[in-house]
């Protein structure tokens, strides 16, 4: 049966699988989410456990596609996509004492859990545009992790040509050179010289563009991307098979969460018949989903810049989609909310709405000394070096965690080579590369760096797109 995708804002045509991957953000400025929550079947769950990383991720998103891709052709991109990872297993789950389980997202191309999306949402893109004959242009913005994700992802094809925006000398230079030194000709890296804001805006202008929008045919790979979703629901449901989820036993995530993409998936896990009793919502300083799962309201303040950069978020655009969901799927009533949302810099909802939450989401707000001793403590006890994000999901789930009989999967969403500085400052030592990446240093680099001016970024993506 195939599936249908809705708006969240109520108002945009419904549209198959295949569309709603190119599409990215719905007409109606919502976002799209499946007309209803496949059930996993009888006895999945069991069967799953015997079966590998790949095989269990076709299985999970069939439903999701059926009828827009070609069975075969969905199962080799699957299958490729986790090949590109240092480990069968593709997502590893770590005991760490105390029923307490690192899933560690961080073994692909780029060391961070973007890549679990990525690599399969390239090639499906790719997929889907062959088979309409069609080449796009791909811009984007990005403050350092989804940058290198979407590079690797889209490197080398000939339906894509990529152009990533980064503020220069504002990301890491490990972040940097895992972009700049994809060599590969559809490959763009421009070092914009303002802010990730300033980069952003850039990239809404181009958008905004009707004329040069539709003559480059420009597209996103961006984290609203229903696809993207989609992939991630996979680990919860591999995690939980791990722990006793077949037999019914119930685990527990928690989730060190930015644009909320990563825990909705987990919530369409729970949907789908996967037995989780408790999402913990972890943030850094820049705390508005705690604010809003623990009061109901929330307000946008300024963006805090902490240890754990790829948190350091104020609006997280895929909570829309679970507004929708415990809002009884009233698209009228999300745009009202959204539009409020934007011109008063502050909403709520209901108590009874916040109740349909409370009993399986908690949500903590971790600050930087708090990270700084969570790496520094389990370093000391276990040996393993945390990287930022993940010791804000472990220190968040060790206050919040609701019953120490339920195993809790900690998200470890990346590599602690990734963000060197912080961790070396915690355990006193440097975490070094994995193998693959150890040369990275003393790879050449390719970018251009810009001025901070729209009229200048899009000459030099016309010059490079040629006529
Ligand atoms: C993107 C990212 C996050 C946040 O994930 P969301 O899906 O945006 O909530 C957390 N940690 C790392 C390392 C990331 O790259």
């Not at 745009?335 to 908690?362: I, K, N, P, Q, Y």
Request: aromatic share 8%.
């Amino acid at each position: 049966m195939t599936l249908t995708y809705v708006s969240t804002r109520g108002a945009a045509p419904e549209l198959g699988f295949a569309d709603v991957l190119l599409a990215g953000l719905a007409v109606d400025g919502g976002l799209y989410v499946p007309e209803r929550w496949p059930a996993l079947p009888v006895g999945a769950l069991g069967r799953f456990a015997s079966m590998d990383y790949p095989a269990v991720a076709v299985e999970v998103m069939w439903p999701f596609v059926e009828g827009s891709i070609p069975r075969d052709d969905f199962e080799v991109a699957v299958r490729d996509a986790y090949a590109s990872f240092d480990t069968p297993d593709v997502v590893p789950l770590r005991d760490i004492g105390d029923d307490l389980h690192l899933a560690e997202l961080w073994h692909g191309p780029t060391l961070a859990f973007k890549d679990i999306a990525l690599q399969l949402v390239g090639r499906l893109f790719d997929l889907e545009l062959r088979r309409r004959s069609e080449r796009v242009t791909i811009v984007g913005a990005t403050s350092g992790d989804t940058g290198s994700a979407a590079i690797e992802a889209l490197r080398d094809r000939d339906t894509a040509e990529v152009f990533i925006l980064h503020p220069a000398g504002r990301v890491s230079e490990v972040q940097r050179r895992q972009m700049t030194t994809v060599l590969s000709p559809n490959i763009h890296n421009l070092a914009v010289e303002g802010t990730f804001d300033d980069c952003q805006d850039i990239v809404k202008a181009l958008f905004a563009d009707e004329s040069f929008r539709t003559r480059r045919n420009l597209s996103a790979v961006n984290s609203i991307n229903w696809a993207r979703v989609m992939a991630q629901i996979v680990y919860y449901v591999t995690s939980a098979v791990r722990l006793g989820g077949a037999s019914g036993r119930p685990v527990a995530f928690s989730v060190p969460t930015g644009n909320f993409g990563n825990v909705f998936a987990g919530y369409g896990a729970q949907r789908m018949g996967v037995p989780i009793s408790q999402f913990v919502v972890a943030s850094n300083r820049n705390d508005i989903l705690t604010q809003f799962l623990t009061t109901g309201s929330m307000t946008i303040g300024e963006v805090h810049p902490t240890l754990s950069p790829s948190m350091d978020i104020q609006v997280s655009s895929n909570l829309e989609r679970l507004l929708f969901e415990i809002g009884g799927r009233d698209g009228t009533e999300i745009a009202e909310l959204m539009t409020r949302f934007r011109a008063e810099g502050t909403v709520s909802v209901e108590a009874e709405r916040l109740d349909l939450l409370a009993e399986h989401w908690s949500a903590a707000r971790i600050d930087d000394e708090v990270t700084a001793g969570t790496i520094a403590r389990t370093f000391e006890r276990t040996g393993i070096a945390l990287d930022p994000h993940t010791a804000v999901g472990l220190a968040a789930a060790e206050q919040v965690r609701a019953d120490r009989s339920v195993p809790m999967v900690v998200l470890s969403t990346a590599h602690p080579a990734k963000f060197p500085d912080a961790v070396e400052s915690a355990i006193g030592t440097r975490p070094p590369l994995p193998a693959p990446l150890a040369d990275l240093f003393d790879r050449p680099e390719r970018y251009e760096v810009l001025p901070n001016d729209y009229g200048i970024v899009r000459r030099a993506i016309e010059d490079a797109l040629g006529s």
